[in-house]
């Protein structure tokens, strides 16, 4: 019951501690899973888009929460299309282009966005010639 009022507290979910999660808004079903998720303080932790659907306070809330997990030692992957956003609690950012590893980007990088597309347009036209 402790470890439930925590998460509760953490991703201001209280107010709906009696509501069923399909009566809740996208972003709040979004904070009630990733409540679950963390509910344990895993060692290991994968998420796929966490931010979808969160409003930024809500963004504000799991970046905190991702970094306190990071600098107690947990060993967290995301996966999301927001590279920004990943940048602010990443010590790696490694680029998946259809299932492959192709490359990696420092989270300190001026422009991940055009980083990212070039080394994805790379790599298709890699595969391209080789084809």
């Known amino acids: 019951a402790a470890a439930v009022d925590r998460a509760l507290?953490?991703?201001?979910l209280g107010r709906y501690a009696g509501v069923r999660a399909g009566r809740l808004s996208l972003g709040n079903r979004q904070r009630v899973g990733i409540?679950?998720?963390l509910l344990h303080e895993p060692e290991a932790i994968v998420l796929d888009e966490p931010t979808n659907g969160l409003d930024p306070a809500g963004v504000?809330?799991?970046?905190?929460?991702?970094l306190r997990?990071?600098?107690a030692g947990a060993g967290i992957l995301v996966s999301?299309?927001?590279l920004d956003e990943v940048a602010r609690v990443a010590d790696r950012i490694t680029v998946v282009n259809d299932g492959r590893v192709i490359g990696s980007l420092d989270p300190g990088g001026f422009d991940?966005?055009?980083a990212f597309f070039a080394l994805v347009h790379?790599?298709?036209?890699?595969r391209r010639a080789a084809a």
């Open 9 to 12: 507290d953490e991703f201001d």
């Open 35 to 37: 409540a679950g998720a």
């Open 60 to 66: 504000i809330v799991l970046r905190e929460s991702l």
């Open 69 to 71: 997990r990071a600098a």
């Open 80 to 82: 999301s299309h927001h």
């Open 112 to 114: 991940l966005e055009r």
């Open 122 to 126: 790379d790599d298709d036209e890699a």
